[in-house]
């Protein structure tokens, strides 16, 4: 580890958006109404693909380090009226959408999807196939907890037509995993491995999380070794984001049990040598993949994209999404569902939609959307073939940008030609810094929120 690198880190660990979408979403607003929606969905051309999300919140118990929209009912019976409002979503959301569209991508998050019983995960399964054309190639994935799953869950996945499963695994050590309440031994994991591997999911993903309380460098070795081990397809490995200021039960997590910059420097660079030495390829921020994956590839096209899921190869579809706090959008529009489960189900049974507010974007949105994608997904930045495709004269466009950016050069986060942007080997740590450079709210964002987590 060197000083410097150290140095760039608690320079550039500032509060920041993580560009799953652009505005980013503090920036919806509530003027957007299930009108603008619906007008959205009826001006979307009939040749662009869907991909489906459902989201189903319900959870067995509380990870302290949870960031997501969820909450823990006790009483599976709670799951009924939602997968009746789910229905209802989805056949009022058909109903404004082109039948002749076909979903090229379907995924369920949450939450822990497999919280449903196997029984109810082929009956949401059935609604969604009901209401929407899903091609027959589509790619379908499915976020799980392997804590709770049993094997007549997977096969349910299976015979519904799943051919991707994506693990939370996040850290194997007994004292990572008592501080932060999820624990599941590494038999657990290895044993819903096993099971997905004989049902014949074509990817696994396991999913990490880098700066979790109790973490060492050495303990996070030995999750490492052992995933590798494992040989997932993918991985996915997230820097944990700490806003107690959002979410209330991470200050369950002592900040002193937080791996401090140096610990937190150190994490990264063992992630990206123990993945490297196995043959995982880095893709941008957090995703790690073989170097025959489709992801891959797509990075080495630069046709990756990024949206609400991570990356994505599925640029041009737009995302209809079901359920409590689903963020939807189309080319130019972002919506977001009511994020408390009563409000859902009353506006659900209301008027079928749930929008609880959304966004237009300008054109100016569009534009620095796609360069900040162009920058997280591909590293580098043409200004040429950037300007051709949006008719603007870069250099002058992106003044601003570009001013903001010298520092970050000087720095070694970038290089800076005439006639392109690069990221450089350790700029790939600050993506969120740089992304952060072409972001016009920040720039007028009257002071620093605490909306973000921090960058690095
Ligand atoms: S299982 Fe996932 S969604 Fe549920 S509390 Fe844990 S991290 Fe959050």
Known sequence: MTSTTLELLRKYSVAGPRYT??????????GFTEADWAGALAAAPADRELSLYAHIPFCDTLCHFCGCNMLVPRDYSKTQPYLGHLDREMARTAQLVDPTRVARQLHWGGGT???????????????????????????????????????????????????????????LDPAVQLAVNRIQPKDLIQQVLDWSRELGFSSINLDLIMGLPKQTVESFSRTLEQVVAWAPDRLAVFGYAHVPWLKKHQRLIKEADLPDAAMRLGLQERVSETLGAAGYVNIGLDHFAHPEDELVRAQQNKTLW?????YTTHKDCDILAFG??????????????????????????????????GLKLTRDDQIRRDAITRVMCDLELDFAAFGREW???????????????????????????QDRIGVTTIGRMFLRNIGMCFDR????????????????
Request: charged share 25%.
């Open 306 to 310: 990024r949206n609400f899921q991570g």
């Open 324 to 357: 409590m706090s689903g963020i939807s959008q189309t080319a130019d529009t972002y919506m977001q569902n009511e994020k408390n489960l009563k409000r859902y189900e009353e506006r659900i049974a209301a008027t079928g939609l749930a929008v609880e507010r």
């Open 391 to 417: 008719g603007i004269d870069f250099a002058d466009y992106f003044a601003d940008a570009l001013a903001d950016l010298r520092p970050l050069a000087e720095d070694g986060l970038v290089t800076l030609a």
């Open 441 to 456: 709210y920040l720039k007028h964002a009257p002071s620093e929120q605490p909306r973000y987590s921090k960058t690095v």
């Open 113 to 171: 999807p497999t919280y449903l019983n196997p029984g109810d995960i082929r009956r949401l399964m059935g609604m969604m196939r009901q209401h929407f054309t899903v091609a027959d190639d589509a790619e379908i994935s499915c976020e799980i907890d392997p804590r709770e799953l049993t094997r007549e869950h997977l096969v349910a996945l299976r015979e519904s037509g799943f051919n991707r499963v994506s693990f939370g695994v996040q850290d």
């Open 21 to 30: 979408s652009y505005p980013t979403a503090p920036y919806f607003h509530t």
